[in-house]
């Protein structure tokens, strides 16, 4: 009986590493590997240098062309990619609509808001 009580603080450290970093990890893992498999021609991605290109071309998985300019093509491994990149036309109003009712009176009224 004093043997589990001996082992009980490192089965409860255990646990708790499983819950707050295993686990997470493990479905972070899952979904991009999710996301990789379901590549297809035509998605814009960004790959892990940071290049923003459209698929042309999916081979078996282990290669993609990545159109990352007009008429300029780069093969890369399926690994490099980090995430799928899209940009709705929502996100895109909301930000022009900001820039332009943004005021640039000054450091402090920027920080505290408008004046009444």
Same mark, same amino acid.
């Given at each position: 009986m004093e043997s589990l009580g001996a082992f009980l603080p490192l089965i409860l450290i255990f646990g708790v590493f499983y819950i707050l970093l295993i686990r997470p990890q493990q479905k972070k893992v899952k979904l991009h590997r999710e996301m990789l498999n379901n590549l297809k !021609?035509?998605?814009k991605i960004i790959t892990s240098g940071g +290049? +923003? $290109? !459209? @698929? *042309?071309? #999916?081979?078996? *998985? !282990? &290669? @993609? %062309?990545? &159109? @990352? %300019? &007009? $008429?300029?093509? +780069?093969?890369?491994?399926? $690994?490099? #990619?980090?995430?799928l990149y899209n940009v709705s036309n929502k996100e895109i109003n909301k930000a022009t609509t900001n820039n332009k009712t943004e005021n640039k009176s000054g450091l402090i009224s920027g920080l505290f808001g408008k004046k009444k």
């Open positions: !021609r035509g998605d +290049i +923003i $290109g !459209r @698929i *042309n071309k #999916v081979f078996d *998985n !282990r &290669e @993609i %062309s990545l &159109e @990352i %300019s &007009e $008429g300029i093509e +780069i093969k890369i491994a399926p $690994g490099m #990619v980090t995430d």
